[in-house]
């Protein structure tokens, strides 16, 4: 398997001059000018470049790095263009960068003659497309894909590397793939920038464990073994939305928050490959936000639920082979009778393994080493299942054959911890196998090495959790500690209060926010001819919350006065019985309309 460029080895333009005329665009490469496209400011229209097109004096020339598509809209076509990025480190040889900033540029200057309702909606869009621009986690590559992992890597045909980058893409990876339907079409595979959401740690050394890729590089001694640890995880694009708007599955059998984690490790020549995977209980449920801190989980009776949940697991099997359900939500309650409903659906398919474990009664918030109970239980399978392993020549010489499907209920922090866990017993098991390490030894004995590996994982589960919640992972020092630290009970307070405040009040606009990845997916499509169906989207929905939260406030303070100077008379004490009771009429009145003073979608459906 190739790790360093190759003259057969198709590469992006990595360095483009953006051209701004007054009725087009122009875009073409620094080093080879004469190629290139242009896009119409008026109906976003893309032609090649020809003589004539980019004649004439620019009013404004700069430079970008990447072209992530266009997307249509009511009044015209926006250019979606990578204006700033950093090198993030490298994979398998190949320089990766992180995108910094974006912006979609707009072609529609067919907007002034819209009607009202339609300038209007064309404004929401363009919030939208904003919120976008700032996207988190966002990974790119001029002279490698990073969709496909390493297994499947070394079993594509002879070839693969010299097609387009976009053709080398698994497209449920590409948070862009949408975008970059019209940039096929025009033949512009030089250009097309396929993104991937997710995160990418790496640790390099002249030891066993290296430097954390992010910001900083650590040489370490173990063993004096040179080595180089990679964390990719790869957020599948065909369920999009945060935390309380995407929940469970879709009736094609796509989960909220699936992502693929891989830890690749390269050492004396060999490379080994473990996938994990996560995704949210592939039932049909939801848990629409309500003002109270845990609202309430629904599971909706469909009679396409069994189907539901068959194609997802078939999806899996047709991906990694033998598929193990760990399921690690609590037993009792909510969860349980979810649980409940998932244990009852997987019992239908007898192929796949389904291990209920009940993470917070057993580990509870400090027994990290709590989960060798669930190893006890799957690690012989978990085993079996095995690694990928590669050497020096290509010659493979182990393959993974099948994986781990972990969730909670957001397939966040307790899957987080789950997965570190794992992932260090495959660890040792590979070094073990090549002789770094003994049969009695594993790389826990080593604690300087040991807390950057674990920090590799506590910081993937963050921006995960980012990407998804909006705030770092809960539980993060169980991860990088092995137990929970008092700074760390802290942080975990201001995340879970801040993930109330983001879920109650801007998960349906924030950035990142449902509506916008419905959008960039073509979950849903902006069209021209059914403008009454876009009316309400435009609209500002009037919200009550401040005129409540302000009774609320005003009666709690007027009736604690009142009742401390209730003695006095029974004139007051009758005004601290009328403000206790508008305070209490307040707090009901809110309890009952909590959907509707919370922030929601507008554009699709849950499901």
């Given amino acids: 398997m190739e790790i360093a460029p190759s003259s057969s080895r198709f590469k992006l333009y990595d360095q483009l001059e953006l051209l701004e005329f007054p009725d087009k665009y122009v875009v073409k490469p620094v080093d080879s000018p004469h190629e290139g496209f242009s896009v119409d400011r008026r109906d976003g229209n893309i032609k090649p470049l020809d003589d004539n097109t980019s004649s004439g004096n620019a009013t404004k020339v700069s430079t970008i790095f990447g072209v992530a598509g266009t997307i249509r809209l009511l009044a015209g076509t926006y250019l979606l263009v990578i204006t700033s990025r ?72 002879v070839g693969w590397t010299s097609k387009p980058m976009w053709k080398q893409a698994d497209p449920r990876y590409v948070w862009n793939w949408h975008l970059l339907e019209e940039l096929i079409e025009c033949k512009l595979d030089g250009f097309i920038t396929p993104l991937l959401q997710g995160n990418i740690l790496s640790l390099s050394s002249v030891s066993i464990l290296l430097g954390l890729f992010i910001y900083q590089v650590a040489e370490l001694q173990l063993k004096n073994t040179p080595s180089v640890i990679s964390l990719i995880s790869r957020r599948c694009t065909r369920r999009l939305g945060t935390r309380m708007w995407r929940r469970g599955a879709n009736l094609e059998g796509d989960t909220a928050n699936f992502v693929e984690s891989e830890q690749i490790v390269e050492i004396n020549g060999f490379k080994f490959s473990l996938l994990q995977v996560r995704g949210s209980i592939p039932l049909l449920w939801e848990q629409i936000v309500d003002l109270s801190y845990k609202p309430q989980l629904k599971i909706n009776k469909h009679e396409d639920t069994p189907k539901v949940v ?39 398919l007898p192929n796949v393994r389904y291990v209920a474990f009940d993470f917070h009664h057993i580990c509870g918030t400090t027994n990290f080493d709590n989960l060798g109970v669930l190893y006890e239980q799957i690690g012989d399978e978990f085993e079996k299942q095995g690694y990928f392993l590669v050497d020096a020549e290509g010659k493979i010489l182990e393959e993974q054959k099948g994986v781990i499907r972990s969730n909670c209920i957001d397939c966040l922090d307790r899957t987080n911890v789950t997965q570190n866990y794992m992932a260090q017993k495959s660890l040792n098991l590979q070094l073990q196998r090549i002789g770094v390490l003994d049969s009695a030894e ?13 920090t590799i994982w506590a910081e993937q589960g963050d921006e995960i959790s980012l990407q998804y919640a909006g705030t770092y992972a809960l539980k993060g020092d169980l991860v990088r500690y092995g137990k929970q630290t008092v700074s760390g009970a802290i942080k975990d307070g201001i995340s879970a209060m801040s ?28 069209g021209t001819n059914s403008p009454s169906q876009l009316q309400p989207i435009g609209g500002s929905q009037p919200s009550f919350l401040p005129v409540a939260s302000a009774l609320l406030i005003g009666g709690v303070t007027v009736t604690s006065f009142t009742i401390h100077q209730a003695g006095r008379n029974t004139q007051q004490y009758l005004a601290s019985a009328l403000w206790a009771g508008v305070t209490a009429g307040v707090v009901a009145m809110i309890k009952a309309n909590g959907r509707h003073l919370c922030s929601r979608p507008r554009l699709c459906h849950l499901i």
């Fill in 442 to 454: 594993c790389v826990s004995m080593f604690e300087d090495d040991y807390t950057k590996f674990r």
């Fill in 310 to 348: 068959q194609r997802h697991f078939h999806d899996l099997s047709q991906r990694y082979g033998e598929i193990m359900v760990v399921n690690l939500t609590d037993q009792h309650g909510a969860e349980g009778e979810l649980s409940k409903a998932y244990a009852t659906e997987m019992a239908r």
């Fill in 86 to 157: 950093e090198e993030a480190g490298t994979f398998l040889g190949f320089p990766i960068f992180r995108v910094t900033a974006m912006k979609f540029l707009p072609c529609n200057g067919n907007l002034r003659f819209a009607t009202a309702q339609e300038k209007k909606d064309e404004a929401y869009f363009r919030t939208l497309l904003q919120a976008l621009e700032t996207t988190p986690g966002l990974y790119f590559s001029y002279e490698t894909d990073l969709t496909v992992n390493l297994q499947r890597r070394c079993k594509l045909a």
């Fill in 499 to 526: 993930r109330y405040y983001l879920n109650n009040f801007q998960d349906g606009v924030r950035q990142a926010s449902s509506d916008a990845l419905d959008l960039i997916s073509g979950r849903y499509t902006v």
